[in-house]
């Protein structure tokens, strides 16, 4: 990846919540990539870090240390000026909760208008813009329609039209079909698709969704505050078929740092420490076998 195609660069992330008596590590030490009109999720068991990063991202939040930045621009060194600019103008975010995205008095058409409203948008212009939006999430026979006259799926929907008022480069999206059915969930999946092809929009989304490597370009994993794997999705050739393979890959950080999938070393029973040798064309890493039997007699 070059550095014209990367859109987010994040190195060595951390951000470290601080109550009263407690410190939560939240991100050690996060590494991310995404190219310029990438379609990606990330995925990871609840507590790895997700919506912390997704907030970063958001300008919602500020990290502890590390590096970000999104667009060219230094999340770490940002004024609180530039933060309002940035999560106003080049960032769109859709939440899990569908009430949290919408003001629930105001129909459709008005509350994709409210972003543009705030940004000094002429009304007529702000108007004709949300109706085309709404057509471009596929509620055009919805326009007038409020929060709780719509199923879930269509006010995610409108969420994603409101998050784009203002023509974000950027949208992200935590658990959006959290609270959805599947065909609710699939609709989503298709706009945010449609959306990232035509407008080129970077799409990031969080999800538990167990098929969601089907949909995106690539899929990473958080494990424990930092990015593990990551899944990309290959079309192989093989005469006149073609077949869809999803490959798997570690990640390694800039100091060389790899996580060894959990299971793998349960296989093999490696704690603490293994050994790591240079094998034809390839990395291995043994058990510490022998100061295992050492600490064994001892
Ligand atoms: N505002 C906060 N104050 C203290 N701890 C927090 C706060 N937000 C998140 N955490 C903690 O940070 C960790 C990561 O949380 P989060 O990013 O929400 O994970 P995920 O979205 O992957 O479930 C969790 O241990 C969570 O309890
Ligand atoms: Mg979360």
Known sequence: ?????????????????????????????????VRRSEFMAIVGASGSGKSTLMNILAGLDTPSAGR?????????????????????????????????????????????????????????????????????????HRLHHKPEMLSGGEQQRVSIAVALANNPPLLLADEPTGELDSVGADTVYDVFRALNRELGTTVIIVTHDPDIAARVDRVVAIRDGRTSTEIFRRVRFEGAQTEVVHEEYVLIDAAGRLQVPREFLDNLDIHDRARVLMGEGRIEVLPDGQSRVMGRER
């Not at 190195?11 to 410190?23: A, G, V």
């Not at 919408?102 to 004709?128: C, F, H, I, K, W």
């Open 1 to 33: 990846m070059t550095d014209d195609e990367l859109y987010i660069r994040c190195e060595d992330l951390f951000k470290i919540y601080k109550t009263s008596n407690l410190e939560v590590v939240a991100l050690r030490g996060l590494d991310l990539k």
């Open 68 to 140: 970000c930045f999104v667009g060219g621009e230094d999340l770490l060194a940002m004024s609180s000026s530039d933060m309002v600019r940035y999560r106003r103008k080049r960032v769109g975010f859709i939440w899990q909760q569908t009430g949290r995205n919408l003001v629930p008095y105001l129909d459709a058409v008005q509350n994709v208008e409210v972003p543009m409203v705030l940004d000094g948008v002429p009304a007529s212009t702000a108007r004709a813009r949300a109706i085309e939006l709404l057509e471009m999430v596929l509620l055009g």
